[in-house]
């Protein structure tokens, strides 16, 4: 059992950024891909970044160039740095872990074993 649990998450006004943290339990960490999702309010959750186990990035059309997703597997924990909100970037954003070995999408929910309960961010305009 893999346990996930972001942090980071708050409110910000448009234009800055905020670093959202992901800490995860599991030995096998360093195999794990990773994954952050987010659902606005009233919408069906969606694909943000991910990282394979093998560093390999990913990323949402609309979050590449202002989003940037790493890992320190020593510390377990994955990160999504986000500049340049806007306020359509609001939204519970979520972790997700595959823990392998068959691993599936990393861009598509289906494709995640574990999950966090998600932290909140809100951009003001």
């Known amino acids: 059992q893999v346990q996930l649990m972001e942090s980071g998450g708050g409110l910000m006004q448009a234009g800055g950024s905020l670093r959202l943290s992901c800490a995860a339990s599991?030995?096998?960490?360093?195999?794990?891909?990773m994954g952050w999702f987010r659902q606005a309010p009233g919408k069906e959750r969606k694909f943000v970044a991910a990282?394979?186990?093998?560093?390999?990035?990913y990323y949402a059309d609309s979050m590449e160039g202002r989003f940037t997703i790493s890992r320190d597997n020593a510390k377990k924990t994955v990160y999504l740095q986000m500049n340049m909100l806007k306020p359509e970037d609001t939204a519970v954003y979520y972790c997700?872990?595959?823990?392998?070995?068959?691993?599936?999408?990393?861009?598509?929910?289906?494709?995640?074993?574990?999950w966090g309960k998600g932290t909140l961010v809100t951009v003001s305009s």
């Open positions: 997700a872990a595959d823990s392998g070995p068959d691993y599936g999408p990393l861009d598509q929910s289906y494709g995640m074993d574990y």
């Open positions: 599991g030995r096998a960490f360093s195999f794990y891909n």
């Open positions: 990282i394979s186990w093998s560093g390999t990035t």
